[in-house]
């Protein structure tokens, strides 16, 4: 028995030996449960087997398993599964001659340790190993063949053969076994036909399908009983179970992905070079490059002078080196931006002299004072000062007062903060906006 025990474990390992893997970019499937039917042999490893002529047939018998399981994460499952078969031996040699069938119904509760759990083997392997161990109910009825069809009993001779009469007997006749069980075997006083077992197993899945796999597992059950063969002989009875199943996982594969994409090609995207200049949008720094320009390996327009300024745009495409150029690469000379400066100040000395002097700078308070009565009764409808001219705002209350206005003015002739002229009108122009 125990060799045969070995050399189902080595098929299985030699199985889990060959294991490939798939696409490891396999859709995700939900933790839903699983169905396995299957059929398989029970093979019994108790207090019989001696004797001459004697066939491990003798004590192989088939039986089917119903197995429902759900997988908890990668590693673990929880299974709950049923044996129903037929356990038997017999025993033929000078001490004794003894047979017995029983049919049996056992129950388990099994804990499973998958490993195709992304550690040692890929959850998306064709080939899925497992082991698994529980506890469970186990219940028999034994019967033995004690007399054939015509109801004579057997008497075993020490010639080997079977006779209607006791050994020695004159004018006994051979007769043969019709393997029919029909005594049984109710020694009730010495035990009960109910106990409990332990199932120690492994097996590995097949894929076909998502959905679908083929299953084929090996368990050894020891039983909390020695009674099973109705012959006491020290250590409790066992039995291993070799089946092949059909596992149906219910559900269907699913992905996390937005489904909004779900009609979207990226392999056409991964490829796109919108501007059409030979680089991938991926790889293109200045995606918007006109057609005909000559570029770089990264997809921008060639800057020959190295000033900012691509060439296609540059009018002057020879500046000298660290030259402070416009937006059209032309050198900015000490003389312009002098020239700029003198204008900018004129504008903003005119703008101040505008909103100060102005006669109607009356006008402007009352115009500031009935905007925050404004703005205090309806909050909700005050206008939120543009980020560029935030700074102006220093008491921060959200609202842009003429003195305000006057220090960014004089700030800006100080030179003691970023505004421009530009700026200075802008924030002018917000104040009767607000």
Not at 122 to 134: N, Q
């Amino acid at each position: 028995m125990n060799k045969k025990i070995s050399l189902t474990l080595i098929l299985l390992l030699a199985l889990v030996g060959i294991i490939n893997s798939q696409d490891d970019d396999s859709k995700k499937r939900k933790q839903l449960p699983s169905i396995a039917l299957g059929v398989g042999v029970l093979t019994y490893d108790g207090d019989l087997g001696d004797g001459v002529n004697l066939t491990s047939l003798s004590r192989t018998k088939a039986g089917i398993n119903l197995a429902i399981e759900q997988r908890i994460g990668s590693i673990i499952g929880v299974s709950v599964s049923g044996i129903f078969g037929k356990l038997a031996d017999r025993e033929s040699s000078a001490k004794r001659n003894i047979n017995f069938e029983s049919k049996i119904t056992q129950l388990d509760l099994n804990f499973v340790l998958h490993l195709d759990n992304d550690f040692l083997f890929k959850r998306t392997s064709i080939f899925a190993p497992y082991l698994f161990a529980g506890f469970g109910y186990f219940k028999f009825d034994s019967y033995s063949d004690l007399k054939d069809k015509n109801g004579i009993t057997y008497n075993y001779w020490a010639d080997g053969t079977i006779r209607d009469l006791p050994d020695s007997s004159i004018g006994s006749k051979i007769i043969r076994r019709d393997y029919t069980y029909e005594s049984k075997l109710n020694d009730s006083a010495k035990y009960t036909n109910s106990t409990f077992a332990i199932p120690l197993g492994l097996g590995i899945n097949l894929k076909i399908t998502e959905n679908l796999y083929v299953n084929l597992n090996a368990c050894y059950h020891l039983i909390l009983s020695d009674w099973i063969d109705n012959f006491k002989s020290g250590s409790n009875d066992r039995y291993l179970f070799a089946n092949v199943a059909i596992q149906y996982n219910i559900g269907k594969p699913y992905d996390d992905s937005n489904p909004v994409y779900k009609a979207v090609d990226f392999s056409s995207i991964d490829n796109l070079d919108s501007d059409g200049d030979g680089v991938k949008d991926g790889s293109d720094i200045c995606p918007g490059t006109p057609k005909g320009v000559k570029i770089t390996p990264n997809g921008c327009p060639e800057d020959a002078d190295e000033d900012g300024i691509f060439d296609y745009q540059d009018k002057e495409p020879l500046t000298k080196k660290g030259s402070f150029v416009d937006k059209n690469g032309v050198t900015i000379t000490d003389k312009m931006i002098a020239d700029r400066q003198k204008s900018f100040s004129g504008q903003a000395t005119e703008r101040s002299k505008l909103f100060y002097e102005n006669p109607s700078l009356k006008y402007l308070k009352e115009v500031e004072a009935k905007s925050k009565i404004a703005r205090k009764n309806n909050p909700k409808s005050a206008t939120v000062i543009p980020f560029a001219i935030k700074s102006a705002d220093r008491d921060n209350d959200g609202y842009i007062t003429t003195e305000e206005i006057g220090k960014a003015i004089d700030s800006f002739f100080e030179g003691e903060s970023d505004f421009s002229v530009e700026k200075i009108n802008d924030l002018i122009d917000f104040f009767f906006e607000q």
